[in-house]
């Protein structure tokens, strides 16, 4: 199946946005930056999340509505406990019933990967060496030659980590210049991934089943792990998408985390409840057979 439609959507709406700032902000270089070609890949990212978050915010309902509905499942765990086939049965009826959706969580992560992958596409083959056609995808040889020659701080922003001599040298920049702006960028790429997912956790508490805490676990620290492996290899305008990527995630996840706030049974392992404190604070230690209460001792010895 041929993506190029994929990869022509992306090219349309990251051509244009460069359109627009080029009116804004001239195509000329401030700080060793094209920063018109900078500024279309961050708003890329912003035109896909806008598209998207009518489906974030129905992907937080779901799962308020799937830890509301925690304490149901675990009895139908119990009732059904050797019969997979009722379990499961019963299971999609209670979610149904509910309106819980346990692949709601996925779904906006997976009409993103589309938008990463074409970009990914789209910016390999943003090299001035004379191999790529640069007519493909909705480009024209003017925009290809502008684009492959933009620059973040003078790193192109086709150029991957390990890139070495080649087109760099023809382009007035160093593999030293690229290896410090995409290591900037990678750090900054693993660190907003650890805080994107640090931010739901905290909020939303860490799950009571293993196999779900397994995977919480593994978002938070095995994901942003990989992206010192999977960065090496990114383009730095891929980088720059990612990052974009986080930190619109970052707001989007505090406004809509405000706005629809955990359940009250959802409390983090490990810690108590202050409803749980103050009952605690509240309840007195019966006394034992026989012994008389503190407060009558007290009275007996002043008589």
Known sequence: MSLDWIYIAISWLLLRW????????PDKVVLGTNWSWVLAIVFLVIT???????LFVKQIRSQRAMQAIQPKVKELQLKHKGDKETLQREMMELYRKEKANPL?????LVLQ?????????VLRRLVPDGKHNPTLYTWTADQFDKASHAKLFGAPIAAKFPDQGGFLTDMGTSPLNIKIVAGILILMMMATTFLTSRQMILKTGWSEDPQQKMIQRLMLYGIPFT?????????IGVIIYWVTTNLFSLGQQFWVLKKYPPPPAAVKIGEKSKDVDAAAKLTVEAPKPGVKPANQKKRGARR
């Open 18 to 25: 460069h359109e627009l700032w080029d009116m804004i902000v």
């Open 48 to 54: 896909v999340r806008i598209i998207l978050f009518p």
């Open 104 to 108: 709601m969580g996925c779904l906006p």
């Open 113 to 121: 990967m589309p938008v990463f992958l074409g970009l990914l596409h």
């Open 227 to 235: 992206l010192l492996i999977s960065g090496y290899l990114f383009p």
